[in-house]
């Protein structure tokens, strides 16, 4: 081999080299600055006061998981992301990182500290800004929320606390354990559930909305074309404007709804141990289907038509067309009370 060539090899190895180093110090560079932001965005003390800010996605997604304290979610005009407030006195860890599209905000606390108690006063104080457009994904187990102008979609879920909801748009799913919910001017599909709370909605507007409760009330003014409501050990109180499809459930509690039957509108409705009070507009057209079993008792304020009882057994029934019977109208207790009127 030549001398001339055995230089050139040299050169090329030590550039080859010299290449690979400066590569590697870039790499441990990306990697302790990456190192450094989720020990920066993770890892707090308990009682901090924070304040951070992440950028966001104008409709990307943003999940919650919050333990124990209180959260206020806001939309704004910003595509960022922000928490501020304080953390409780039994937080472990706090998580707040972007991953694509999604904004990750988690509050872990201390789970060998017993004795926690979802409403004192050592939570997490939190407010959280987000996008007008994101998707909410909320999941709490010892926390009050409070959510507003958020405008994709919202899938809130707390075990112990209560939630208050106003001004949210899209697919809206909303459930409460040992909690009450209180909604105002909530537009979209509609799906609210609770037990052992009550459940209030009011000037919303909906294609489709759901109310589900046990152990809780039901107090509803909707404009919703199809409207279900279902309640163990609670009343149902609906006001509602035009009507295509209505289901009513209830056991062990009253129904009382008014609302306007639109032309081949359906109502359905059954009770085990309650009454049904149902007020239509004056014009109602509609086929009406009545029965009541085991001593059930059946009142009609629309028509002349009476009710007929069983020759033998507590039964009664009512069938009658009303003004042309355009719509349906179908009810049925056991040992409570119907009754059909107009508004």
Same mark, same amino acid.
């Given at each position: 081999?030549? =001398?001339?060539?055995?230089?050139?090899?040299?050169?090329?190895?030590?550039?080859?080299?010299?290449?690979? @180093?400066?590569?590697?110090?870039?790499?441990?560079?990306?990697?302790?600055?990456?190192? +450094?932001?989720? &020990?920066?965005?993770?890892?707090?003390?308990?009682?901090?006061?924070?304040?951070?800010?992440?950028?966001?996605?104008?409709?990307?997604?943003?999940?919650?998981?919050?333990?124990?304290?209180?959260?206020?979610?806001?939309?704004?005009?910003?595509?960022?992301? !922000?928490?501020?407030?304080?953390?409780?006195?039994?937080?472990?860890?706090?998580?707040?990182? !972007?991953?694509?599209?999604?904004?990750?905000?988690?509050?872990?606390? @201390?789970?060998?500290?017993?004795?926690?108690?979802?409403?004192?006063?050592?939570?997490?104080?939190?407010?959280?800004?987000?996008?007008? +457009?994101?998707?909410?994904?909320?999941?709490?187990?010892?926390?009050?929320?409070?959510?507003? %102008?958020? !405008?994709?979609?919202?899938?809130?879920?707390?075990?112990?606390? @209560?939630?208050?909801?106003?001004?949210?748009?899209?697919?809206?799913?909303? %459930? *409460?354990?040992?909690?009450?919910?209180? *909604?105002?001017?909530?537009?979209?599909?509609?799906?609210?559930?609770?037990?052992?709370?009550?459940?209030?909605?009011?000037?919303?507007?909906?294609?489709?909305?759901?109310?589900?409760?046990?152990?809780?009330?039901?107090?509803?003014? &909707?404009?919703?074309?199809?409207?279900?409501? %279902?309640?163990?050990?609670?009343? =149902?109180? &609906?006001?509602?404007?035009?009507?295509?499809? &209505?289901?009513? @459930?209830?056991?062990?509690?009253?129904?009382?709804?008014?609302?306007?039957?639109?032309?081949?509108?359906?109502?359905?409705?059954?009770?085990?141990?309650?009454?049904?009070?149902?007020?239509?507009?004056?014009?109602?057209?509609?086929?009406?289907?009545?029965?009541?079993?085991?001593?059930?008792?059946?009142?009609?304020?629309?028509?002349?038509?009476?009710?007929?009882? *069983?020759?033998?057994?507590?039964?009664?029934?009512?069938?009658?067309?009303?003004?042309?019977?355009?719509?349906?109208?179908?009810?049925?207790?056991?040992?409570?009370?119907?009754?059909?009127?107009?508004?």
């Amino acid at each position: 081999m030549s =001398i001339g060539l055995h230089k050139n090899l040299s050169v090329k190895k030590r550039y080859h080299i010299a290449l690979a @180093n400066v590569f590697k110090g870039i790499k441990m560079k990306q990697l302790f600055f990456s190192v +450094g932001f989720c &020990l920066l965005s993770s890892f707090t003390f308990a009682g901090e006061k924070i304040d951070q800010t992440l950028k966001a996605d104008g409709n990307g997604y943003v999940q919650i998981e919050h333990l124990g304290g209180y959260a206020n979610i806001t939309g704004w005009s910003k595509n960022e992301v !922000r928490v501020a407030g304080e953390l409780g006195d039994r937080t472990e860890k706090f998580i707040f990182e !972007r991953d694509g599209n999604e904004v990750i905000i988690k509050v872990k606390v @201390n789970s060998k500290r017993n004795g926690w108690n979802w409403n004192s006063e050592d939570g997490d104080d939190l407010e959280i800004y987000v996008p007008f +457009g994101s998707h909410i994904n909320y999941n709490s187990t010892n926390a009050n929320v409070e959510v507003t %102008e958020v !405008r994709g979609s919202a899938d809130i879920d707390t075990v112990n606390g @209560n939630i208050d909801v106003s001004n949210l748009a899209g697919r809206l799913r909303i %459930e *409460a354990v040992n909690g009450d919910i209180e *909604a105002n001017s909530l537009t979209g599909n509609i799906k609210i559930q609770t037990v052992n709370g009550d459940i209030q909605d009011r000037d919303s507007a909906a294609s489709e909305a759901t109310y589900e409760s046990v152990n809780g009330d039901i107090n509803v003014r &909707l404009d919703a074309a199809e409207v279900k409501a %279902e309640t163990v050990n609670g009343d =149902i109180e &609906l006001t509602l404007a035009k009507v295509e499809h &209505l289901n009513l @459930n209830t056991v062990n509690g009253s129904v009382e709804a008014s609302l306007e039957l639109v032309p081949q509108g359906d109502v359905r409705a059954t009770s085990v141990g309650g009454s049904i009070s149902l007020n239509f507009q004056a014009d109602i057209s509609a086929r009406f289907d009545l029965q009541g079993h085991a001593g059930g008792r059946i009142i009609n304020k629309i028509s002349s038509d009476k009710e007929h009882k *069983a020759k033998y057994g507590p039964s009664r029934w009512l069938e009658f067309s009303h003004n042309g019977g355009n719509g349906q109208v179908k009810v049925s207790t056991v040992s409570g009370r119907i009754k059909v009127d107009k508004k």
